[in-house]
């Protein structure tokens, strides 16, 4: 009898009590409609003070197809998949939301595009997102083709499939700050798309408030390019070569006998200016030395507290 390909299903949940049972309903639903395949479903309960654990550990506890594990604090969604991927089991690993935006049923269109020789393959959304939303795709998909070397047709989200090798180089990554995206570019560039729709969610608002985007930004930013500090060297020797340049002006304009009247408020613009640039290039480079420091600090990327896997149990 020929031996089935294994789905792991990583999901990580946050503030999903609304959601997360129906999502995995219809990833039961759909995976008995094709035998080939073999799956198993791992929640990741990513420190939500709801009754998330709850539900998905009674799950996990009901179902041996569901592993449910329980973080110990919000670590956020990119460390939560990581712990994911290292209770995976499977040859092929999926992510998707917890809140129903990503379509279980669709998983097979996926599959089937991964199965015509690519290491990874993503769902491609057309925008009809609220216009912050909007712009948050657009400088997220810019930073990833400028700083990580991203494809330009190649749109990266949530809704995905990747072979195990894949995932096995992911989860290599120990330190604090791990971004999937920068990893997942850096194992392969054999990336397919399928065009999906997005559909309405569940329940609830985002997760990802303006402060969680801008620290995933920086995160990607400073977690797999030096391309921000090669930006500042420039921005550096370009302000230089202003000053000088405007420094020649004046002595020679004042060789020439012109009176100079110096203005103040042109002059404290420019101070304004260059400090304020000053001030954002040691800000950047601070930002670089941290997390080198809590990289050599061993800072966990999560801590697991508890977790649920019946099919373990039953070895």
């Known amino acids: 009898m020929e031996k089935k390909e294994k789905i792991s299903i990583v999901i990580p949940c946050y503030y999903s009590e609304k959601t997360i049972g129906i999502v995995v309903d219809k990833i039961h639903h759909t995976m008995t409609k094709r035998k080939e395949y073999d799956y198993e479903i791992i929640l990741v ?45 499977g040859d092929i690993i999926a992510g998707m939301d917890d809140d129903g935006e990503n379509d279980p049923e669709e998983i097979f269109l996926l599959l089937d595009k991964l199965n015509e020789g690519y290491d990874c393959v993503c769902a491609e959304y057309e925008m009809h997102d609220s216009a912050f939303r909007s712009i948050g795709t657009k400088v997220n998909n810019w930073m990833a083709c400028y700083l990580l070397n ?59 408030s303006l402060r969680k985007l801008l620290s995933l930004w920086i995160n990607g930013f400073t977690a797999f390019s030096v391309k921000p500090l090669r930006i500042a060297t420039v921005l550096g020797i370009l302000f230089s070569v202003i000053g000088f340049i405007m420094a020649f002006v004046v002595v020679v304009r004042k060789l020439l006998g012109e009176d100079i009247l110096l203005g103040y408020s042109s002059l404290m613009a420019c101070m304004c200016f260059i400090g304020g640039m000053l001030m954002l290039i040691m800000g950047m480079i601070g930002e670089y030395v941290g997390r080198i420091y809590i990289s050599i600090n061993n800072s966990p990327q999560y801590v697991i507290r508890e977790e649920v896997d019946l099919e373990k149990e039953e070895v």
């Open 45 to 89: 309960n990513d420190g939500s003070k709801d009754r998330t654990w709850e539900i998905i550990s009674e799950m996990a506890k009901k179902n041996h197809t569901v592993k449910a594990i329980n973080l110990s604090q919000n670590f956020g969604q990119h460390s939560a998949m990581m712990a994911g991927y290292r209770k995976a089991t």
């Open 150 to 208: 991203k494809p330009k047709e190649l749109t990266l989200t949530s809704y995905y499939v990747m072979r195990r090798f894949v995932a096995d180089q992911v989860i290599k990554y120990e330190h604090s700050y791990p971004y999937i995206a920068g990893l997942l570019l850096q194992a392969t560039k054999n990336w397919g798309t399928v065009k999906l729709v997005r559909k309405e969610r569940i329940s609830g608002s985002s997760g990802y």
